[in-house]
């Protein structure tokens, strides 16, 4: 069974850099393609951005500027970065798996989220 | 930036059935498949339907979901106070480089 779970400050001043950490048991990094997903206290889902199976990264165009996502395979991790951030940012912050079939991709196991406020 | 929409809220009594609209565009629902997933208050989300209309292990088989041309839909039948939850759907979309894109989320409530 995946398990993920994630790491990091639960709070941050405007313009720093957050730095959020996926650890993954049951299943390796190495395979799959995992992500990132965030929700704003009260509000909807957006997805962030993945890192693939051979290391291959993607993100959401309204946030690719400040994303970096990189993952470490020794220690079956994944991490995000996010440059400069406002209080926009402030949200419940989840890493996801995506699995798949013939027809496309589905995040079928999530980490139960972290809370990142930022606040001055 | 696409989003796909769907209504607000929905609402229905014990034993009703309950349908959720999710709306997009030829470069997200039109190309893609949709899923789903159902969100209890404080909790993760849940993968409820993938693929437009399979259902993952242990997904009672009151939930259905559909998908015609730009559009989808998630059906609740025999709907139970269990059920009351944040419901959204998603699927790729193929513009710039692609990117997943989330509806706007909708509130059921069992009255």
């Known amino acids: 069974q995946v398990q993920l779970q994630e790491s990091g400050p639960g709070l941050m001043k405007p313009s720093e850099t957050l730095s959020l950490t996926c650890t993954v048991s049951?299943?390796?990094?190495?395979?799959?393609?995992w992500s990132w997903i965030r929700q704003p206290p009260g509000k909807g889902l957006e997805w962030i951005g993945y890192?693939?199976?051979?290391?291959?990264?993607n993100s959401n165009p309204s946030l690719k500027s400040r994303v970096t996502i990189s993952g470490d395979t020794s220690k079956n991790q994944f991490s995000l970065k996010l440059r400069s951030v406002t209080a926009a940012d402030t949200a419940f912050y989840y890493c996801?798996?995506?699995?798949?079939?013939?027809?496309?991709?589905?995040?079928?196991?999530w980490g139960q989220g972290t809370l990142v406020t930022v606040s001055s | 930036q696409s989003v796909l929409t769907q209504p607000p809220s929905a609402s229905g009594t014990p034993g009703q059935r309950v349908t959720i609209s999710c709306s997009g565009s030829?470069?997200?629902?039109?190309?893609?498949?949709v899923n789903w997933y159902q969100q209890l208050p404080g909790t993760a989300p849940k993968l409820l339907i993938y693929?437009?209309?399979q259902r993952p292990s242990g997904v009672p088989d009151r939930f259905s979901g559909s998908k015609s041309g730009t559009s989808a839909s998630l059906a609740i039948s025999g709907l139970q106070s269990e059920d009351e939850a944040d419901y959204y759907c998603?699927?790729?979309?193929?513009?710039?480089?692609?990117?997943?894109?989330f509806g706007t989320g909708t509130k059921v409530t069992v009255l």
């Open positions: 049951g299943g390796s990094i190495s395979s799959s393609y």
């Open positions: 996801a798996r995506e699995d798949y079939d013939y027809s496309g991709g589905y995040f079928q196991h």
């Open positions: 030829s470069s997200n629902i039109g190309s893609n498949t």
């Open positions: 998603t699927a790729w979309d193929d513009s710039l480089n692609g990117y997943y894109v």
């Open positions: 890192i693939s199976d051979t290391g291959s990264t």
């Open positions: 693929s437009n209309n």
